[in-house]
């Protein structure tokens, strides 16, 4: 069983920067993990993947060039940073995990076993 908590979401004016955590309880180290996003009246995004080994990122078109996300194995932790944030980042951001050992990396939600509770993230202009 995973369990995950997010954190570092807050409020942040247009261009400027956030980093969020994710800390997992039990053994992640062996698999690939991500975030998605999900704002207000829309569906839930998928924004960044990692695999288990940190050796290949993934990200959605809209955040590629902005956001980065690593991973600490060490520490039970991933991390996303966000840079030039953007008043369309205004979401809900949750942690993921696949289980699956596929060999690629998923940017669909139904494939992330493990979903946090989410830390908001508001982006005004």
């Known amino acids: 069983q995973v369990q995950l908590v997010e954190s570092g979401g807050g409020s942040v004016q247009a261009g400027g920067s956030l980093r969020l955590s994710c800390t997992a309880s039990?053994?992640?180290?062996?698999?690939?993990m991500g975030w998605f996003r999900q704002a207000p009246g829309k569906e839930r995004e998928f924004v960044a993947a990692?695999?288990?080994?940190?050796?290949?990122?993934y990200y959605a078109d809209s955040v590629k060039g902005r956001f980065t996300i690593s991973r600490d194995n060490g520490k039970n932790m991933i991390y996303l940073q966000m840079n030039s944030l953007k008043p369309e980042d205004t979401a809900l951001y949750y942690c993921?995990?696949?289980?699956?050992?596929?060999?690629?990396?998923?940017?669909?939600?139904?494939?992330?076993?493990?979903w946090g509770q989410g830390t908001q993230v508001t982006v005004s202009s």
């Open positions: 990692i695999k288990w080994n940190g050796g290949s990122t």
């Open positions: 993921v995990v696949d289980t699956s050992l596929r060999w690629g990396l998923e940017n669909r939600a139904s494939q992330y076993e493990y």
């Open positions: 039990g053994r992640t180290s062996s698999y690939d």
